[in-house]
């Protein structure tokens, strides 16, 4: 990618936590953005933001996909953040819970896949970015089994969209943060029924830096990937975790 040249970039999930911080660190990078995300009252604020367009998507749906084709043609660089924490052991694991997980975290990173990648390919240029976890291929979590199944699953998609299309000039890659301070984690744990101050100890406690993860951290890289700089890395799962996983 020309490192002059404004980006367009289709940021998933952008109405809070990292999807935001990604759009707001492309933005500052002098990008054009995308916005999408399934509460698009979440989107409000970045409405009549310079370079900066907010549509609603529901991941899940492959009609809101092919709506949006218009741009997805267009697009230089996807990062897509949309995805859901589940939590249970192998044996808490039903049928609907599967199919639902592997929808939203897996499925829907397919079909914008698909989306995006005949327009890069026909450009010989495109930078495709995946918001995974630690909690995956690259680490065992107690209690996380359909949530590490499925990001370990994006791992392995990303990777097979680097191998298949590096002459191509796409890039693929996937980011894989530890514990974030997010709105998204602040729910997980008022909703667990307990308490809620010992729980955020216990999240911080495992961290090695003795603190968690900020949504700009994460931002930080998914900005760099998707700039010339990073023009010779692809296939990666970049953990971004505090020193959970050394």
Same mark, same amino acid.
């Given at each position: 990618?020309?490192?002059?040249?404004?980006?367009?970039?289709?940021?998933?999930?952008?109405?809070?936590?990292?999807?935001?911080?990604?759009?707001?660190?492309?933005?500052?990078?002098?990008?054009?953005?995308?916005?999408?995300?399934?509460?698009?009252?979440?989107?409000?604020?970045?409405?009549?933001?310079?370079?900066?367009?907010?549509?609603?998507?529901?991941?899940?749906?492959?009609? /809101?996909? @092919?709506? #949006?084709?218009?741009?997805?043609?267009?697009? $230089?660089?996807?990062?897509?953040?949309?995805?859901? &924490?589940? %939590?249970?052991?192998?044996?808490?694991?039903?049928?609907?819970?599967?199919?639902?997980?592997?929808?939203?975290?897996?499925?829907?990173?397919?079909?914008? /896949?698909? @989306?995006? #990648?005949?327009?890069?390919?026909?450009?010989? $240029?495109?930078?495709?970015?995946?918001?995974?976890? &630690?909690? %995956?291929?690259?680490?065992?979590?107690?209690?996380?089994?359909?949530?590490?199944?499925?990001?370990?699953?994006?791992?392995?998609?990303?990777?097979?969209? /680097?191998?298949?299309?590096?002459?191509?000039?796409?890039?693929?890659?996937?980011?894989?943060?530890?514990?974030?301070?997010?709105?998204?984690?602040?729910?997980?744990?008022?909703?667990?029924?307990?308490?809620?101050?010992?729980?955020?100890?216990?999240?911080?406690?495992?961290?090695?830096?003795g603190r968690l993860g900020r949504a700009e951290e994460i931002a930080?890289?998914?900005?760099?990937?998707?700039?010339?700089?990073?023009?010779?890395?692809?296939?990666?799962?970049?953990?971004?975790?505090?020193?959970?996983?050394?």
């Amino acid at each position: 990618m020309n490192s002059k040249k404004t980006k367009t970039c289709l940021v998933t999930a952008a109405g809070q936590g990292i999807g935001r911080a990604i759009v707001d660190g492309l933005l500052s990078a002098g990008h054009k953005v995308i916005a999408t995300d399934r509460d698009v009252a979440l989107l409000e604020g970045l409405i009549g933001v310079e370079k900066c367009e907010v549509h609603e998507l529901d991941v899940t749906e492959p009609a /809101a996909i @092919a709506a #949006l084709s218009h741009y997805t043609n267009t697009v $230089d660089v996807l990062c897509h953040c949309a995805g859901y &924490v589940d %939590s249970g052991t192998v044996l808490d694991i039903t049928d609907a819970q599967y199919d639902f997980n592997f929808q939203l975290n897996v499925q829907s990173a397919v079909r914008l /896949a698909q @989306a995006v #990648l005949p327009g890069m390919v026909s450009r010989n $240029d495109g930078a495709l970015i995946f918001i995974s976890s &630690v909690a %995956s291929a690259i680490k065992g979590v107690p209690n996380r089994s359909i949530y590490g199944t499925t990001k370990a699953a994006l791992l392995g998609l990303s990777k097979s969209i /680097a191998a298949d299309f590096v002459a191509e000039g796409i890039r693929s890659n996937c980011i894989c943060p530890g514990t974030v301070e997010t709105p998204s984690l602040s729910e997980r744990i008022a909703e667990s029924g307990s308490d809620i101050m010992a729980q955020r100890k216990e999240f911080i406690a495992r961290q090695p830096m003795g603190r968690l993860g900020r949504a700009e951290e994460i931002a930080a890289l998914a900005v760099f990937l998707s700039d010339p700089m990073a023009g010779f890395m692809t296939g990666q799962a970049l953990a971004i975790d505090g020193g959970w996983t050394i």
